[in-house]
């Protein structure tokens, strides 16, 4: 049997240059005869890298947590000799994050950050640009949440300055100096940024050294901004409603001093209104140990409240106890009739209680228990004293009860509280407003 072996030529295939370990641009910077962990210079003089900041927008600012949230592109600058590369034109290449993980860059990270990342879509926002002379410009598009120390005590009539710090984690000043490339230039910011509860004053950038005792000194970079708080919402929502319920209680010092039913509610409904108002405004803020300027407003309005509670009080007391001595006295001295002449009476301090008396009027008011109303908007009111009448015939005084008319103003603390309470509360606003403004 004849076998015949028939030789077919295989085809190679050839290579994918997309997926081959170096590519040409790789080739071109010589990535693999180079150590790239080290810094550029290693053992000579610190390698300058200098920042600027684009701030894109300023997210959110929150009292509770006491943080902010920023977004904003972050660029560094410096020189690797060992990146330089022959061009013809001097014209740079730019590359994506696949060969920033292959170079040495800048190890920076944020102090006080709490959550930070760098965006990724569609891919990772993060650009490399080489210069044939070695000059180096690697950006990121960054999202970090900061811690921000603010000082509460004029909330919410306060100014904030917070800040974003940015140092090198590895590299002290004796190998790395960061520095703001343009100075206070370097930070540039979207004129479109604005936030619902601040107005921004200001932005500007400063530079300090931070040591660690382990670690030493390094250098670190700042960005400060100004924050100035829309007061607005506060006036529409706290302080108003709280003047309204101060300005309301004041409504029960108009009201007769027997309508209880009248009196009593106004003053619970306001009390309790201001309650609410002060638990609302306390759940939206942090539980700090100091007072701030809206507790101090919203504490005084309620502490007026609920001294026209207590002046009802007071009043209807003193009005309870006038009621049991002229009870008293009736019960004691019958009803006596055929009083002679009433200027010769006056009222026995021992017995009723009162000082003497004009008794002028004496039985012109009907039975006793009757009201009038005098010109001057007095309460007078028909009370029973035992009375000295003087007979000048007679060697002595002949003592005789009877009924007399007595003028008492009944409203004497209504009136008084009707221009003390709105003239401290004014005076009140008028301090608050002049300190905190």
Same mark, same amino acid.
């Given at each position: 049997?004849?076998?015949?072996?028939?030789?077919?030529?295989?085809?190679?295939?050839?290579?994918?240059?997309?997926?081959?370990?170096?590519?040409?641009?790789? +080739?071109?910077?010589?990535?693999?005869?180079?150590?790239?962990?080290?810094?550029?210079?290693?053992?000579?003089?610190?390698?300058?890298?200098?920042?600027?900041?684009?701030?894109?927008?300023?997210?959110?600012?929150?009292?509770?947590?006491?943080?902010?949230?920023?977004?904003?592109?972050?660029?560094?600058?410096?020189?690797?000799?060992?990146?330089?590369?022959?061009?013809?034109? !001097? +014209?740079?290449?730019?590359?994506?994050?696949?060969?920033?993980?292959?170079?040495?860059?800048?190890?920076?990270?944020?102090?006080?950050?709490?959550?930070?990342?760098?965006?990724?879509?569609?891919?990772? !926002?993060?650009?490399?640009?080489? &210069?044939?002379?070695?000059?180096?410009?690697?950006?990121?598009?960054?999202?970090?949440?900061?811690?921000?120390?603010?000082?509460?005590?004029?909330?919410?009539?306060?100014? =904030?300055?917070?800040?974003?710090?940015?140092?090198?984690?590895? @590299?002290?000043?004796?190998?790395?100096?960061?520095?703001?490339?343009?100075?206070?230039?370097?930070?540039?910011?979207?004129?479109?940024?604005?936030?619902?509860?601040?107005?921004? =004053?200001?932005?500007?950038?400063?530079?300090?050294?931070?040591?660690?005792?382990?670690?030493?000194?390094?250098?670190?970079? @700042?960005?400060?901004?100004?924050?100035?708080? &829309?007061?607005?919402?506060?006036?529409?929502?706290? *302080?108003?409603?709280?003047?309204?319920?101060?300005?309301?209680?004041?409504?029960?010092?108009?009201?007769?001093?027997?309508?209880?039913?009248?009196?009593?509610?106004?003053?619970?409904?306001?009390?309790?209104?201001?309650?609410?108002?002060?638990?609302?405004?306390?759940?939206?803020?942090?539980?700090?140990?100091?007072?701030?300027?809206?507790?101090?407003?919203?504490?005084?309005?309620?502490?007026?409240?609920?001294?026209?509670?207590?002046?009802?009080?007071?009043?209807?007391?003193?009005?309870?106890?006038?009621?049991?001595?002229?009870?008293?006295?009736?019960?004691?001295?019958?009803?006596?009739?055929?009083?002679?002449?009433?200027?010769?009476?006056?009222?026995?301090? +021992?017995?009723?209680? @009162?000082?003497?008396?004009?008794?002028?009027?004496?039985? !012109?008011?009907?039975?006793?228990?009757?009201?009038?109303?005098?010109?001057?908007?007095?309460?007078?009111?028909?009370?029973?004293? +035992?009375?000295?009448?003087?007979?000048? =015939?007679?060697?002595? =005084?002949?003592?005789?009860?009877? *009924?007399?008319?007595?003028?008492?103003?009944?409203?004497?603390?209504?009136?008084?509280?009707?221009?003390?309470?709105?003239?401290?509360?004014?005076?009140? !606003?008028?301090? @608050?407003?002049?300190? *905190?403004?």
């Amino acid at each position: 049997r004849l076998s015949f072996c028939i030789f077919l030529p295989i085809l190679k295939r050839s290579s994918d240059m997309t997926k081959s370990p170096m590519t040409k641009s790789e +080739q071109l910077l010589r990535i693999d005869d180079h150590d790239f962990t080290m810094r550029p210079a290693f053992g000579g003089p610190p390698i300058p890298v200098g920042v600027d900041v684009q701030v894109e927008s300023l997210d959110t600012i929150s009292e509770v947590d006491m943080d902010f949230t920023m977004t904003l592109y972050l660029r560094h600058y410096w020189k690797d000799e060992r990146l330089s590369f022959p061009s013809t034109n !001097n +014209q740079s290449m730019t590359f994506d994050s696949r060969l920033a993980k292959k170079i040495w860059v800048p190890d920076m990270f944020f102090v006080h950050s709490k959550r930070s990342f760098i965006h990724d879509t569609t891919t990772d !926002n993060v650009m490399l640009r080489v &210069h044939p002379d070695g000059n180096v410009l690697y950006s990121l598009r960054i999202t970090v949440t900061a811690m921000c120390n603010m000082d509460l005590s004029r909330f919410p009539l306060d100014t =904030q300055t917070c800040s974003l710090e940015i140092e090198s984690y590895a @590299y002290t000043d004796d190998d790395l100096m960061l520095y703001w490339k343009k100075g206070n230039e370097s930070l540039n910011t979207d004129e479109r940024i604005s936030l619902s509860q601040f107005l921004i =004053q200001k932005f500007h950038t400063t530079t300090k050294l931070a040591f660690y005792s382990s670690t030493g000194w390094y250098n670190r970079l @700042y960005i400060h901004f100004t924050l100035r708080r &829309h007061v607005f919402f506060f006036l529409l929502q706290t *302080y108003f409603p709280a003047t309204l319920m101060v300005m309301l209680s004041w409504v029960s010092f108009w009201i007769d001093r027997r309508a209880v039913p009248a009196r009593v509610p106004l003053g619970i409904t306001t009390v309790l209104t201001m309650s609410t108002i002060i638990t609302g405004v306390n759940a939206s803020m942090p539980r700090v140990s100091y007072i701030k300027a809206v507790d101090i407003y919203l504490w005084v309005s309620f502490v007026f409240v609920f001294l026209s509670v207590i002046e009802y009080a007071a009043v209807n007391y003193l009005s309870t106890v006038q009621e049991r001595k002229e009870r008293k006295l009736r019960e004691r001295l019958p009803c006596t009739c055929g009083i002679g002449n009433p200027d010769d009476m006056t009222c026995d301090p +021992q017995i009723s209680g @009162y000082t003497t008396m004009d008794v002028n009027r004496t039985a !012109n008011y009907g039975t006793a228990g009757n009201y009038g109303m005098p010109e001057n908007g007095g309460r007078q009111e028909r009370m029973l004293a +035992q009375v000295v009448l003087g007979d000048p =015939q007679l060697t002595g =005084q002949v003592k005789r009860p009877g *009924y007399v008319n007595i003028w008492i103003d009944t409203h004497a603390i209504d009136k008084y509280s009707r221009v003390l309470f709105p003239g401290s509360y004014a005076l009140f !606003n008028i301090i @608050y407003w002049s300190i *905190y403004s």
